[in-house]
């Protein structure tokens, strides 16, 4: 199979978590958000730093989240330092498809009725934060610290 036909594939395969990220980007949008395409994803961002984003934001318990080839971020400079760790999520959606959305918050509802972390102890945020680390460390860069993304 061609590489221009595996990435399609990959694509349709991720579309359910995508359009849902799609939708909540329109939102933002609404509300005087940015997108932009990035590295293989659509990027949303709400505001361009940190001082603009106000209350609402502030009380937000990710800066960052992925849905399907689709990636929201509070702020772009959140969107910079938490890229790396996003794309993880993205590859994680292309292997599991919509199967994605219902994995991921089982994974971290075992992991805490077995008393542990529902989101640090997620396998799939587990697998997120050491893979960006490597790829954060094989660029030359310090230690992931998304440690609040989804």
Known sequence: MSAKITQIAKIIWAAPGSAIGLLLGAGMLLFG???????????????????????????????????????????????????????????????????FLVAYPLSGFWQWIRGRGAYRDNPFEVQARRLSAEARSSEGEGPDTTARTG
């Open 33 to 99: 958000g940015r997108a932009r395409r990035g590295p293989g994803i659509i990027e949303f961002t709400w505001r361009q730093d940190r001082e603009s984003c106000g209350r609402v934001a502030d009380s937000l318990r990710y800066r960052a989240i992925t849905f399907g080839h689709v990636v929201l971020a509070v702020t772009a400079s959140e969107l910079e330092r938490m890229r790396a760790h996003e794309l993880v999520h993205v590859r994680q959606y292309e292997h599991w498809g919509p199967g």
